[in-house]
């Protein structure tokens, strides 16, 4: 079995609910024996590991391991894609997000995502925070929850005078501060992003960090970055995956290592973790 | 390393290198020119031949009907049976607007889903007449007790369905463009699919469907060949019938006007199909215009 990470994890509880307040934070996610399959290729194998509770979980790997993939399957936006097809478990807070009574719509509402690619509607400053609220019928004064996500997102100084000018004028690292106050503003408990620096520079990424570090306390974060230093910045713990050939060629993703961030980046129990984070190998 | 002494000389323009591009631009010109030639060619027959009409009675032309006396015939039935026409036929747009979102949004993609796609695209390509002979068994004489026979309602019925086809791949390609990124934004926040799609999806194509359907009406405005089959007169006599009556019997079209006006043998006629084809050309332009405008409002609205 060349899963190693199942068993090189301390004192993981299979899947408690624990909100005890004790030194071991409580699951947000376990995913068992996850698999993912396009059409018939199984894009990824066998992945096991949990996220924590307000924790900032990053999935780091070369292009194509499956590491989008599987943070698509926590908010089900693998159903999007007809020929995609999740076997395995996939637990939030112990509740099986592919049982066929769980509603995708309310998952969603739950667990927020950002996007590679800012992706702000073609609608106001003031319509892209409240599109969220309103379709999710939320109660309550809109000019606060658009003001409220819009300060939490650290862009509320920015943007507080021009509200009704459309999102589509802001630049880059505006634009996905504003995909990020979006999405904080159905009050996810939450939050998936996928790659959500690799179109920005660095400094409208270094903001972007900053922010993630202001809200942890607030929200669980898996981030999918190809940005290793990123990873070792901003995450708690690290899973890295990689990519191997099937018997057919296609690639199939699997998760090598799952641990605390600085053992990833300091002591990685598989060599071929190591040769990643060294820069040898992806 | 090139390995070879750099010659200053090898960096100036050098007379005919890209004379194959200076070929293409000159031929592309042209064809833009020719297009313009043919379309004033045709403004100008059109003006030109009218010049008399719309000088001294265009308003009498717009207002009064077709009768025998030259100086005093007219193409107001023509313009109303042209207005019920277009104002059905746009009643009809939702129709084709909604299996344009089935296709995109709902149907699995499977071989029937692409049966249907590509049966649509082939009746955007029958011939009007085709549909002529369908609307006369249909709605002429299977739905005369609805239609009155040959209406206006079955000729514009007629002309809904011709112009379907069009209106369902316009909006469908409309609405595949729209980028997959705002459909990702709406899911991810929990929208569900009818949310996703009105707040979305439509919104964002709907200029591109507004074209589709300004292109669907002129058209439909523009056919004679399958009026001619449900039985649109040339002109017709009325009594003082309320308006049902009138919606469900004999009508005429400008398209008919203008067939009749160059059939009459007397030359003096032509000024009339001329005038007639004024009036009709000046009809699609104000849709037109609508859409035009519609279509940059929303743009605004989109921030775009």
């Avoid at chain 2, 042209?30 to 027959?45: E, Q, S």
């Avoid at chain 2, 001294?56 to 023509?78: K, Y």
């Avoid at chain 2, 999806?201 to 004679?224: F, K, Q």
Wanted: charged share 20%; hydrophobic share 45%; aromatic share 8%.
């Amino acid at each position: 079995m060349s899963v190693t990470e199942y068993e090189a994890l301390p004192d993981v509880p299979d899947f408690i609910e624990d909100d005890s307040g004790s030194s071991a934070a409580a699951s947000v996610f376990s995913l068992t024996d996850l698999n993912v399959y396009y059409a018939e290729n199984r894009a990824v194998a066998d992945v096991n590991l949990e996220v924590k509770e307000r924790e900032i979980t990053a999935f780091i790997g070369p292009s194509g391991c499956g590491k989008s993939t599987v943070l698509r399957c926590f908010n089900r936006m693998n159903d999007l894609i007809p020929i995609a097809r999740v076997e395995g478990s996939v637990r939030y807070h112990g509740v099986d997000l592919y049982a066929p009574e769980v509603d995708p719509v309310a998952v969603r509402r739950r667990i927020g995502m950002v996007f590679q690619k800012p992706n702000p509607f073609p609608k106001s400053i003031f319509d892209n925070v409240a599109y969220g609220p309103r379709v999710g019928g939320m109660k309550g004064n809109m000019e606060d929850i658009v003001e409220k996500s819009l300060r939490r997102a650290g862009l509320w100084d920015e943007v507080k005078d021009r509200l009704d000018e459309s999102a589509l004028g802001m630049s880059g690292g505006q634009q996905q501060r504003l995909c990020i106050a979006r999405a904080i503003a159905v009050n996810p408990d939450v939050l998936l992003m996928d790659e959500p620096c690799s179109a920005l520079d660095p400094i409208a990424t270094g903001r972007i960090e900053e922010l993630m570090k202001e809200i942890q306390n607030d929200y669980t974060i898996v981030i999918v970055t190809h940005n290793m230093q990123q990873a070792a910045r901003v995450s708690d713990r690290t899973a890295f995956f990689t990519a191997e050939l099937d018997e057919r060629g296609d690639r199939r993703g699997r998760l090598v290592e799952f641990d605390e961030t600085s053992t990833i980046f300091s002591n990685p129990a598989d060599e071929r973790t190591e040769a990643y984070v060294t820069g040898r190998f992806g | 390393m090139r390995g070879d002494v750099f010659d200053p000389g090898s960096l100036q323009k050098q007379p005919g290198a890209d004379r194959p591009g200076q070929v293409f631009f000159g031929l592309i010109s042209l064809a833009v020119l020719a297009a313009f030639v043919m379309v004033g060619a045709v403004l100008w027959d059109v003006v030109q031949g009218s010049w008399d009409i719309s000088t001294s009675r265009m308003w009498g032309f717009l207002t009064t009907s077709f009768v025998s006396n030259p100086d005093a015939a007219g193409v107001a039935q023509g313009i109303r049976g042209s207005l019920i026409i277009a104002g059905i036929v746009i009643l009809t747009f939702p129709i084709g607007i909604g299996a344009a979102i089935y296709l995109e949004e709902y149907a699995t993609d499977n071989w029937s889903t692409r049966l249907i796609q590509v049966t649509v695209r082939n009746l955007a390509g029958v011939p009007s007449i085709v549909y002529g002979l369908l609307g006369l068994a249909v709605f002429v004489q299977t739905l005369k007790g609805l239609t009155g026979g040959d209406s206006v309602i079955s000729g514009a019925l007629t002309l809904a369905i011709l112009v379907l086809p069009i209106v369902i791949i316009t909006s469908a390609e409309a609405i595949r463009a729209v980028p997959g990124s705002y459909r990702d934004g709406a899911y991810g926040l929990g929208a569900t699919q009818w949310e996703t799609i009105r707040t979305q999806v439509l919104p964002a194509a709907l200029p591109g469907i507004l074209t589709g359907t300004v292109l669907s009406i002129a058209r439909a405005l523009g056919e004679a060949a399958p009026l001619l089959v449900v039985g649109a007169a040339g002109f017709y006599t009325t009594g003082n019938n309320d308006f049902l009556e009138q919606m469900r019997g004999a009508f005429t079209a400008l398209p008919m006007n203008i067939a009749t006006f160059t059939k009459e043998p007397a030359a003096i006629w032509r000024g009339h199909a001329a005038a007639a084809s004024l009036v009709l050309l000046v009809l699609v332009f104000l849709i037109n215009l609508v859409a035009i405008i519609g279509r940059a409002r929303i743009a605004k609205r989109l921030g775009r």
